[in-house]
């Protein structure tokens, strides 16, 4: 599969290295400055040039601002001829730019996910069950660690996690009184740390722990190109990253 890779930070340099491992071609969209992200280390992408390959997907590790250049490369495709699939593993996206993901789904299909990990994706399954089960009274907490590179904080898979519990979100806590209903999510930005997310359910007594450890970044590029291939032939819209990689592993 021809695939086109945006993003020339460490997220899109794994994702080209694991391509060339395996069975696929990397489609490069024409050169860009690197510019520094929302999420991310760097970013190459406007509009892709003429290439004897053309991609048969798209797989994004870039910048939030990046989300128009792919929607035009996608649309060039399309009118060509080609509803390429589009994964989408870019963090922080304003409204704006959601609005622009929604017309790409018009035409190609689309995933979008701030974590592609399957393990990431079990525990938040985990974490709707444990809601349902624990009840209103549970004091819910989350803690993630990255590395001192990562610039939005919290993570979007933190906002992810937070988002499931139903919940109002806080981020940090930093003026006294009691806690609410609230579910409290907390950064910590150090060394190397790949990603660590847990999600804490405190009650009376006891206290069950959620957590969810990467020890490398190739499981996020893994779920990215897995997910492309999944996309591959499927109507327009929006898909979901768990069907995906449920079938997979």
């Not at 190459?44 to 601002?65: L, Q, R």
């Not at 609410?180 to 910590?188: A, I, K, L, N, Q």
């Amino acid at each position: 599969m021809n695939i086109c890779v945006f993003g020339d930070g460490i997220m899109g340099n794994i994702v080209r290295q694991m391509l060339l491992e395996g069975e696929d071609c990397v489609v490069e969209p024409a050169a860009a400055a690197s510019e520094q992200g929302a999420a991310n280390d760097g970013a190459a992408g406007k509009v892709m040039e003429p290439a004897a390959a053309k991609p048969e997907g798209m797989i994004d590790f870039s910048y939030p601002g990046n989300i128009q250049n792919i929607y035009e490369s996608a649309r060039k495709l399309y009118e060509e001829g080609t509803a390429v699939p589009v994964v989408i593993a870019t963090t922080g996206y304003n409204d704006e730019q959601m609005a622009i993901i929604e017309k790409i789904a018009e035409f190609s299909p689309v995933m979008l996910s701030s974590n592609f990990s399957y393990g990431i994706n079990c525990m938040a399954e985990l974490v709707e069950h444990a809601m349902a089960m624990t009840g209103e009274d549970t004091d819910v907490e989350i803690i993630e660690k990255h590395h001192n590179r990562k610039t939005d904080v919290p993570s979007g898979t933190a906002l992810m996690l937070a988002k499931l519990t139903g919940r109002a979100i806080l981020c940090g806590r930093s003026t006294p009184g009691r806690r609410g209903r609230e579910v409290g999510v907390h950064s910590v930005r150090g060394g190397n740390i790949f990603g660590e997310h847990t999600v804490i359910f405190a009650m009376d007594d006891e206290v069950i722990e959620i957590k969810h450890t990467a020890y490398s970044r190739r499981i996020f590029a893994k779920g990215a190109i897995e997910a492309v291939h999944w996309l591959e032939g499927k109507p327009a819209g929006m898909y979901n990253v768990l069907d995906c990689l449920t079938g997979l592993c």
